[in-house]
């Protein structure tokens, strides 16, 4: 039986308003409880400042920069995952087969978008289901029944014949696509950097946009109003720059564009933030970078001037409300984490977490 001491933010509430902090919570079967059980026997007391298992609404386990790895690497993954404290993850596309891990009761747990849908040619090789728009009502009802209620569609990419980014599906098929992707309770994000992209998915029912480094002043109240979140994965963006270098000689108009979407990036992420769009962290673990980052993405977002609390909820209370799933709360599965000092005072301390708890039991 475990016995967590200290502060224990159970929460700002969905509102971002009631504050929630209790002095202590048990841990019973598993489970969360904050009434003091009877019998307390072999109890283990961890002391600090404790939030619920942190969120990486973007990373994918099962894939490196060459596609599909091997299940020994997918598990390294999730446990560096683990270790960082991210205990729930949205995997936003994974050409392999991780539905094993479901299975494992020390591994974090995962939301899946299947595998990425791109256009013929228009994403990272080995990646996604390459398809023309014709199939795309297909492949999204494909992949809505292969994942945990999400589809990741890649909704722009460089566009070789024009030398920039450009978007990848016609506005008819995007709707329908979504439309049947909600037909069969899945939601849809899609993976876009460019400013054109954004309205007429929007337009189209999307749900979620990854990275959304082209929203402008005219697409950022279309966001708000709609209740569209995005997941800016600044940690991701930090390597636009050196993209830009490695392209700049074949595309020049393309690694210009990717220099400004970059330099513009935190204030792109506080104009959403002040508008009120929904923010999560992610930190599209899996492809180049490597997992763990959760920390870090964090205090980016801090950096991009929100403010400590609600780069927090990013990551805990607000993220695991829009995924459905439980925080803090009575009865809740024990997915939680406990930090050495107040994590509203200074977000860093994310990266370097006291004691990990899942399912119960400390891991880390
Ligand atoms: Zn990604």
């Not at 446990?79 to 729930?88: H, V």
């Not at 297909?138 to 809505?144: H, I, L, N, T």
């Not at 899609?190 to 309205?199: G, I, K, Q, V």
């Amino acid at each position: 039986m475990l016995h967590i001491k200290g502060r224990v933010l159970v929460g700002p509430d969905a509102g971002g308003l009631a504050e929630d902090i209790r002095d202590e919570l048990w841990v019973v079967d598993g489970r969360i409880t904050y009434e003091r059980p009877v019998a307390a026997r072999d109890v283990r007391t961890i002391e600090g400042w404790v939030l619920p298992g942190l969120v990486d609404a973007h990373c994918h386990v099962g894939l490196d920069t060459h596609g599909a790895v091997d299940d020994s690497t997918s598990e390294k993954q999730a446990l560096t995952e683990r270790e960082a404290g991210a205990l729930l993850l949205r995997d936003a596309g994974s050409p392999a087969d991780t539905r094993w891990i479901d299975d494992r009761e020390d591994l974090p747990r995962i939301i899946r978008a299947g595998r990425h849908i791109a256009r013929t040619k228009r994403y990272i090789r080995n990646y996604a289901h390459e398809i023309e728009p014709e199939e795309l009502v297909a492949y999204v009802a494909r992949e809505a029944r292969r994942g945990d209620g999400w589809v990741k569609l890649v909704g722009d990419w460089i566009d070789r014949e024009v030398g920039d980014l450009a978007a990848c599906w016609p506005r008819a098929e995007a709707e329908a696509a979504i439309a049947e992707a909600h037909r069969l309770g899945a939601r849809v994000t899609a993976h876009c950097f460019a400013e054109e992209t954004l309205a007429p998915l929007v337009e189209a029912g999307i749900d979620c946009v990854e990275h959304a480094t082209g929203l402008t002043e005219e697409t950022i109240p279309l966001f708000a109003e709609r209740g569209v979140a995005i997941v800016p994965t600044l940690v991701n963006i930090a390597t636009f720059p050196d993209l830009a270098k490695g392209g700049e000689k074949k595309f020049p108009r393309w690694a210009d564009h990717m220099r400004r979407l970059h330099e513009r990036r935190y204030d792109t992420v506080r104009a959403a933030y002040d508008a009120g769009v929904p923010i999560y962290t992610g930190t599209d673990a899996g492809g180049s970078l490597p997992h763990g980052l959760v920390g870090l993405e964090v205090a980016e977002l801090v950096k991009a001037g929100i403010p400590a609390t609600a780069a927090l909820s990013a990551a805990t209370w607000g993220a695991r409300a829009w995924l459905g799933r439980p925080g803090l709360t009575e009865g809740a599965p024990a997915d939680l984490v406990v930090y050495e000092s107040d994590p509203r005072a200074d977000v860093r301390v994310l990266t370097a977490p006291r004691r990990v708890v899942l399912r119960g039991r400390v891991v880390g």
